[in-house]
C-alpha cells in the first residue's frame, strides 16, 4: 500500500460528492456529482464531474464511488500517540475524588508515564503504539502529529522520536513528529525547572534538530509546568535552531501562553479553556491556529470552556484534534472528537470538519500539502457512507468510513 507500484498511472474517483474545505470558500466547498483526478499521489484535478478535463477522464483505474461523499483524508493535529503502559489506576484515582494536581503530585501523571516509557525499547514502543494508530486510520486519518515528552531527557526523548518516525514506515499514512521534552519536570531533576529547561535548550533540541527527529518544537505553560519565562527560552532555541513551534497553553489557568505562542509565531496554541480576549486577539494577528481538545476537558471533567465565540469574533482558524494520551486523553476516535467539539463547545459541523481537515493542516504547516481537495495537494481522501457531512458529527461509536487512500493508493 502506498509503494511506488501502480502509482505512476492517473486514478479516478467519479460519481461522487466532494466536501472540498477549500480555503476561502463557503462552508464545507460541496460539488455535487464531483471527481477527483489523481496521478503520483497529488491529485490533479477535483470538482464538478462535467468540467473535468477529457485527459483526466482517461483514468486508468477509474472507481465509481455511486454518490458517497469524499472529503479531504482526516488529520489529527496534537496526538501524545507513543507512550508505554497505561494510566487507568489514575482514571480510578480521580474518580475516587483527586484532582488532576493531586494525581500528579502523588507520583502519577506524566511523571508515571516516564518510568513506563524508559522502561520501554524502541521496539516496545512502536508495537504498543500501532494498535491506537490503526484506530485512528480505521476512521479515515491519513495524517497524524506525534509528540514526544514521557521522556524528559536526551535518550529517551530521541528513543520516542525515532520510534514515531517509525510509524511512517510501518503504515501508509503521514506522520509529523513534535519534540516536548518541555513537557513536566523528571523526577532526577529534583524540582529544579531552569535547570531542566537549561538542558533542553543546551542539549536536547540541538540534538533532536541535529538528527532530523522533529518537525516542530512544543512546550508545557502552565504551573503544574514550565512558566512564560522558560517556555520563551525552549521556544527561542527553536528559533535559532529553524524549527516551528506550538504550545499546550491557558488549560488550567491563564498565564497568557495563547499571547506567548502567537508573538513567536506558533502554527497552534491548544487546549485554551483560559484563554482571554488579549490572547485571542494576539493568536488571530499571528495567524496561530486555536487547537480546540474535548477529550482532555471530558475526561479530566473541566468545567471551563475555551471561548470559542472569541475566537470566532477575532477570526481565529480552529483545528480540533483528539490530544490521544494515557493520562487526561485516551481518545482514538476524531469522529467522537468531533461530537465532543459540537456537544461540548459549540462547534458547528462546518467548524468540526474544517478542524480535522483543513485547519488541523494549517496547525501543522502543512496546509500547501494537505487538508483539501484541490489540485497539488496529496491524494489523501477519505470516502463515507453517508447521506450529508452532518452525520460525521452527529453519531457517536458508529463509524462509516469505506474507503480511505493516501497518497493516491
Not at 501562553?257 to 487546549?271: E, I, P, T, V
Amino acid at each position: 500500500m502506498g509503494g511506488a507500484n501502480g502509482k505512476s498511472g492517473l486514478r479516478v474517483w467519479r460519481n461522487a460528492r466532494l466536501a472540498t474545505m477549500a480555503d476561502g470558500v463557503a462552508g464545507l466547498g460541496i460539488v455535487e456529482k464531483g471527481a477527483i483526478a489523481a496521478r503520483d499521489g497529488l491529485i490533479v484535478y477535483a470538482g464538478a464531474e462535467a468540467s473535468m478535463p477529457a485527459s483526466a477522464g482517461q483514468g486508468v483505474d477509474t472507481v465509481d464511488c455511486e454518490g458517497r461523499w469524499i472529503t479531504p483524508g482526516l488529520i489529527d493535529c496534537h496526538t501524545h500517540l507513543v507512550y508505554a503502559g497505561n494510566r487507568a489506576n489514575e482514571f480510578e484515582m480521580r474518580l475516587a475524588g483527586a484532582t488532576y494536581e493531586e494525581v500528579a503530585r502523588a507520583g502519577g501523571g506524566i511523571v508515571s508515564s516516564v518510568k513506563s516509557l524508559r522502561a520501554a525499547n524502541e521496539d516496545d514502543l512502536v508495537a504498543q503504539t500501532l494498535p491506537r494508530l490503526d484506530a485512528l486510520m480505521a476512521e479515515g486519518v491519513t495524517t497524524v502529529e506525534v509528540k514526544s515528552g514521557y521522556g524528559l531527557d536526551l535518550d529517551n526523548e530521541k528513543k520516542s522520536l525515532r520510534a514515531a518516525r517509525r510509524l511512517a514506515n510501518e503504515r501508509p499514512v503521514t506522520i509529523r513528529t513534535t519534540c516536548l521534552a518541555a513537557h513536566a519536570l523528571p523526577p532526577e531533576a529534583r524540582g529544579d525547572k531552569d535547570a531542566f529547561i537549561d538542558l533542553v535548550a543546551a542539549t536536547i533540541l540541538p540534538d533532536v534538530a541535529a538528527e532530523k527527529l522533529a518537525d516542530a518544537v512544543d512546550g508545557f505553560c502552565e504551573g503544574i509546568a514550565f512558566s512564560p519565562e522558560q517556555i520563551a527560552r525552549v521556544f527561542e532555541k527553536a528559533r535559532a535552531l529553524g524549527l516551528p513551534v506550538k504550545l499546550h497553553a491557558d488549560q488550567l489557568s491563564n498565564l497568557h501562553g495563547a499571547a506567548l505562542a502567537a508573538s513567536y509565531g506558533a502554527l497552534s496554541a491548544d487546549h485554551l479553556e483560559y484563554t482571554d480576549e488579549a490572547g485571542a486577539a494576539a493568536m488571530a494577528k499571528a495567524g496561530t491556529v486555536a487547537t480546540i481538545l474535548p477529550g482532555a476537558y471530558y475526561f479530566i471533567r473541566e468545567t471551563k470552556k475555551p471561548p470559542v465565540d472569541l475566537f470566532r469574533r477575532h477570526g481565529v482558524k480552529m483545528a480540533v484534534a483528539t490530544d490521544s494520551n494515557p493520562g487526561t486523553s485516551p481518545l482514538t476516535s476524531l469522529l467522537l472528537t468531533m461530537n465532543m467539539a459540537a456537544t461540548l463547545f459549540g462547534l458547528t459541523v462546518d467548524e468540526c470538519l474544517a478542524g480535522v481537515t483543513r485547519e488541523a493542516a494549517r496547525a501543522l504547516g502543512l496546509l500547501d500539502k494537505a487538508g483539501t481537495l484541490e489540485a497539488g495537494k496529496s491524494a489523501d481522501l477519505a470516502i463515507w457512507d453517508i447521506e450529508r457531512p452532518a452525520e460525521l458529527v452527529y453519531r457517536m461509536g458508529f463509524n462509516p468510513l469505506h474507503a480511505r487512500i493516501w497518497r493516491g493508493q
